[in-house]
Structure formats: C-alpha cells, structure tokens
C-alpha cells in the first residue's frame, strides 16, 4: 500500500537521521572549547542525541499520520486512473474518437449457469474472429467481468496463431495482453504483461508498417510505463510519425485520439508549449472536437 511504503521510506529517513546525530555527537568537530570531563561530554552528547531522537520522532509520527489521510485517496486515484484507462484504449479500439462508458456495457448475470452461457458466447466469438464494434479490449474486459479472463485470452492467442499474417489479429491479441495487465496487482507481472502487448503490436507492423491500429497501439503502450524508464521519448516519436502518416490521407474519427495522445504525452513529458502544439493540429484537422478544444483553451490560459 501507498501508505505502508510511505511509512517505511520515512522510517529510513529517521534511521539515517538518528545515525548522522549519533556520528555527529560521537566525533566531535569544529574549534576547541571548554575543557569538559569524560562523563560530561559523553553526558551533554546523549543529551543531544536524545532531543534530536525525540524531534525526529514527532516528525515520522506527524508524516505518517498525514500518509495515512491520504492512502484512501490515492487508493481512490488509482482506480479512476485505470478506468480512464480502460475506456481510453476502448475508445481507440472502437475508432469512435469518444470514450467507452461503463452504462453501455451488458449486466454480468447473476447466476453461474448463466455466466457460464455468456462466456461461452464470447469465446465462440473470439474463435470466430467476429467481435463486437466495441474491439478486442472490451471484448476480454466483459471476459474479466464474468470471471473468464484466462480463457478467453487462451482462446485469443489460439486465434492469433492461426491468423498470423493478420496484422489485426495481433493488434487485437495485444489488446487483450493490456486487458489482462489491468487485471494483475501493481509490480513485475503488470510489465511482463505491457512487453507481451508491445511485442504483438511491433509484430503486426513487422507485416504493414503503416497499420494505424497497431502504431496507436505501440504509441500508447510506450506511453504509459513508468518514467524512470524513459520510454516517453519513443512514444512521442510514435504518435509524431503517426500524426504525419494519417495527415496524408482522408480524416477518419479514430484519427483525433492520435492528437489527444501526443498532446498528452508532450505534457506527461513536461512540456506544455508542445502539448499545445499538438492539440491546436489536431482542432485545425477536427474543429468540432470537443476535447481538443477544452485542452487548447486551458493549456492558453497558462
């Protein structure tokens, strides 16, 4: 947890700090002063000690209470921010240029014959290739609703192997890799996730170079690891090339996410002055966009 981290970095903090007052009062220092017994000087030196242990002490138990004030919040964040997440790459997918919302999805039935029914559906639509318009991403996230994540991903890869020369096929079964990513707890299995999906959207383009799903797919991958990482720079690169290939030819709906996430990333980035750079090309090619035009409007009045 958040919290339990926090603590912890802190409680180092004050172990450093408590371990510098004790080399500092240990080795002396400085101009000679008054010439003190030993048992003085070793007195006044735990007397320091002491005081500075206390005030480190209400320092860790002031930061650990305002830590845990704040772990429901964060807990809070993280889930609005995979939510956003998943509705973003649902939107992509479905090349609607809007966000999916949770209101337009079936109800998961209450009953296990009845889930086992549903999900037994949208396997024999994945093992037909014949998804709903929503794409692959919502497609394994109503898997994960009904319990059959696993499965249906199974049956994804079992699709993509036998339609390997389908550039689509990959995208899609990259799609589900990122489904499945969200699935899993924060740590090292969330990125072995993230590089199967970056691998299947690199293998489709390995067939069309300019496949636009399976570049605003990579784009969009690259663009959410960490930033220790600094696979930020290969993300704008991504969407940079993806903006040129797509501003050749006929305006399609799709085409405005690739502004809102250039434009995104430039500011993830800390870049402002690019961000908006991205997002006034994107209104210039798509003037009735409402969330080009809210992000042009506040990155403005900055």
Do not use: C
Not at 149 to 172: F, Q, W
Not at 206 to 211: F, L, N, T
Not at 230 to 243: A, D, K, M, Y
Not at 268 to 285: I, T, V, Y
Request: net charge negative; hydrophobic share 40%.
């Amino acid at each position: 947890m958040a919290g339990n981290a926090g603590a912890a970095a802190v409680s180092w903090a004050a172990l450093a700090l408590a371990a510098a007052a004790l080399v500092a009062a240990l080795s002396g220092g400085g101009e000679p002063g008054p010439v003190e017994t030993e048992d003085e000087s070793d007195l006044a030196s735990a007397e320091n000690l002491e005081s500075r242990l206390h005030d480190v002490e209400g320092r860790l138990e002031a930061a650990e209470r305002r830590l845990s004030e704040m772990d429901p919040r964060l807990g809070r964040v993280e889930r609005t921010a995979e939510a956003a997440l998943g509705e973003a790459r649902a939107a992509a997918a479905g090349g609607s240029g809007t966000t999916a919302t949770a209101g337009g999805a079936d109800p998961v039935p209450a009953g296990d014959a009845e889930k086992r029914a549903a999900l037994d559906a949208l396997v024999a639509s994945i093992r037909s290739g014949s998804f709903s318009a929503e794409g692959a991403f919502a497609l394994m996230e109503r898997a994960r609703q009904l319990g059959g994540i696993d499965e249906a991903l199974k049956e994804m890869e079992a699709y993509a192997a036998s339609h390997g020369t389908e550039p689509g096929a990959l995208v899609n079964l990259g799609l589900a890799y990122s489904s499945k990513l969200l699935s899993v707890p924060e740590g090292p299995e969330r990125g072995a996730w993230a590089m199967k999906a970056l691998q299947s959207y690199e293998n489709a383009l390995k067939i069309d170079p300019d496949h636009w799903e399976a570049r605003f797919q990579r784009a969009f991958n690259l663009s959410q690891w960490p930033p220790y990482l600094n696979r930020q720079p290969e993300s704008i690169r991504g969407f940079e090339e993806l903006v040129e290939l797509q501003e050749r030819g006929t305006p399609e709906a799709r085409h405005v996410n690739a502004y809102i996430q250039l434009g995104n990333t430039y500011r993830a980035a800390g870049n402002s002055e690019k961000a908006l750079e991205a997002f006034r090309r994107g209104l210039a090619r798509f003037p009735e966009n409402e969330t080009l035009r809210k992000q042009v409007e506040l990155l403005e009045k900055r």
